[in-house]
Each structure stands twice: as structure tokens, then as C-alpha cells.
């Protein structure tokens, strides 16, 4: 018995991150499945950085999409594709290879840059749903309501914020207190994991929530008024009628964007509020299916701000 244990564990010994004294154990996947792994979360980052580099070209260079609601599509665009540079690699990595190579500073920094970039879009997408509404029911004043310096204003908190949030939770002790027995046991050389307590998810349930009922109502109300508009212009010239439509096209694609987002984010919410203690290896959602559907939609979005009717599309 004793000979085939050991026979055993030399056909599957055991494999570290590192050959020290507390590595923690990692998965060695076959070379096939991490070459596809690697290969497909390489073209999402492409095209999350690809994607939002061409919204930030087109914002930036075509003067007649310097409008208010396009610096918020602007902004949203540099979060999604700086995520895509610095943060989507290395998590490509930390999945695949089961280890954080980078070292604890990068771990740190890591964490930092991918809690403030998710924040910071679920932000503005909670924004450009305000701008939309106001857009399209209430197009009259609109223009005087959503200036440049609402949108600077805007931008400002979607960014402060979440820069504010994410510092005070990860450099505080909030999120240890009461784990002191997990942070003995967990720890090990070769892993990037951060531990949430109960009080985080009760805490984090709002920066969740909120944006979720403001989004929900919004575009419940949007539909509601585009429909009505729809009927009223049906009678008028065609060019009304073709700017309504892209009105209506970009209230629903920002309302799939925000389906995607309740998919992703409901249930690591819910999980932080029941199933405490929590690491970030519990997260359900692949950031870079998030970040690729934004980039997928703020496209069909920017294309229909290039249209005079109501107030995003204003030159």
C-alpha cells in the first residue's frame, strides 16, 4: 500500500506557486485549455481597449461630438479601456495560472485600480441614464439643465467617489475586523486575495443598490415617454421621426447594458451580505464580459448623440 502512495504522488506531486516554505498550491491546467483561455481573454481586452480607444478618438478629434452628454461617453470610455490595459492582463494570469506572480505592491495596486474602474463605470452609467432621461422627457429645457459644467460635475463624482470608496475599504482595517482568525489561516506566498466581512456587504449593498433603483426607474420612464412620442410623431416629416427613432435606439441599448450589469453585480452582492467572510476568488462575473459590453454599446450610443432632435445630440 505504502508503494503505490507513493508511486502516486510521483506521477501527481504537488505543485506550488512557489518553491518556499507557504506557497499556495496551484492548479496546472492543460497547456490546450490555458493557450484557448489566454487567446480568448486576449481578443475580449483588445476589443475593450480597441473598442473604447475609438470612442475616444471620435469624442475627441470630430468637434460637432463636443457635447456635455459625450464627455460622460468620454469618461465612461477612459475607465473601460485603462481597465483593459493595466488591470484585465493581469487578472488573465492570476485566473489561469491560479498564482499572482507580481508581487504584493502590484496585488495592492491591483485591487485598487479594479474596484475604482467597476465603480466609476456602474457610476456613469447611473449618469447617462439622468442625461437620457432628461433628454427625452423634459427635451425643452434640457439644454439649459445638462450643461458642460453639469457634465464636468458629473464626471468629477463618478470618478471621486469611487477613488474615495475603494481607498477608505482597502486601506483601513473596516474590512478585518472580526477576520482575524481567517487572515491567520488564508494567507499564503503566490495569492492576491481580499477578504470581505459582513459589515463590507452591508455597507457595499447601496453603492449597488442605489444606482440600480435610479437606473431601473429612469428607463421604465424613458420607454414609457418614447412610446408616447413615438405615436405623436408618427405623423410628422421623416427626419423627426428617424432622430426619435436613434432617441429610442440609445435608451435601449444603454437599458441592455443595464440588464448585463444586474446579471453581473446581483448576485456578488447578494453573496457579501450572507456568505461572509468573502474573497474576490468568489466574484460571479468575468470583468472583462462587463467591460466588453460597454464596449460593444457606447458605439451604437455615440452614434446616436450625432442627431439634433432633443438635447444629446445638440451641437
Not at 485600480?113 to 432621461?133: E, G, K, N, P, R
Not at 413615438?230 to 447594458?257: D, F, H, P, V
Request: aromatic share 12%; proline share 5%.
Amino acid at each position: 500500500m505504502r508503494a503505490i502512495l507513493t508511486h502516486s504522488a510521483e506521477e501527481n506531486p504537488a505543485v506550488f506557486c512557489y518553491q518556499v516554505n507557504g506557497s499556495c498550491p496551484r492548479t496546472v491546467h492543460p497547456l490546450g485549455s490555458r493557450l484557448a483561455i489566454y487567446l480568448a481573454c486576449t481578443a475580449g481586452m483588445l476589443t475593450t481597449v480597441l473598442g473604447n480607444l475609438f470612442v475616444v478618438f471620435s469624442v475627441s478629434y470630430f468637434k460637432v461630438l463636443h457635447t456635455p452628454t459625450n464627455l460622460l461617453l468620454l469618461s465612461l470610455a477612459l475607465a473601460d479601456m485603462v481597465l483593459g490595459l493595466l488591470v484585465l492582463p493581469l487578472s488573465t494570469v492570476h485566473s489561469v495560472e491560479s498564482c499572482w506572480f507580481f508581487g504584493d505592491f502590484l496585488c495592492h495596486v491591483h485591487t485598487y485600480l479594479d474596484t475604482l474602474f467597476c465603480l466609476t463605470s456602474i457610476f456613469h452609467l447611473c449618469f447617462i441614464s439622468i442625461d437620457h432621461y432628461c433628454a427625452i422627457c423634459d427635451p425643452l429645457l434640457y439644454p439649459s439643465k445638462f450643461t458642460a459644467r453639469v457634465a464636468l460635475r458629473y464626471i468629477l463624482a463618478g470618478w471621486g467617489v469611487p477613488a474615495a470608496y475603494t481607498a477608505f475599504f482597502l486601506y483601513t482595517d473596516v474590512l478585518e475586523r472580526g477576520l482575524s482568525q481567517w487572515l491567520q489561516e488564508m494567507p499564503c506566498v503566490g495569492s492576491c486575495q481580499l477578504l470581505f466581512n459582513k459589515c463590507w456587504g452591508w455597507l457595499n449593498f447601496p453603492a449597488f443598490f442605489v444606482p440600480c433603483i435610479i437606473m431601473i426607474s429612469l428607463y421604465v420612464k424613458i420607454f414609457v415617454v418614447a412610446t408616447r412620442q413615438a405615436r405623436q410623431i408618427s405623423t410628422l416629416n421623416k427626419s423627426l421621426a428617424g432622430a426619435a427613432k436613434w432617441e429610442r435606439k440609445a435608451a435601449k441599448t444603454l437599458g441592455i447594458a443595464v440588464g448585463i450589469y444586474l446579471l453581473c453585480w446581483l448576485p456578488f452582492t447578494v453573496d457579501t451580505m450572507v456568505d461572509s467572510p468573502l474573497t474576490l476568488s468568489h466574484h460571479p462575473c468575468s470583468l472583462t464580459s462587463l467591460s466588453g459590453l460597454l464596449t460593444l454599446t457606447q458605439p451604437a450610443i455615440l452614434s446616436s448623440m450625432s442627431f439634433p432632435t432633443g438635447g444629446s445630440g445638440r451641437r
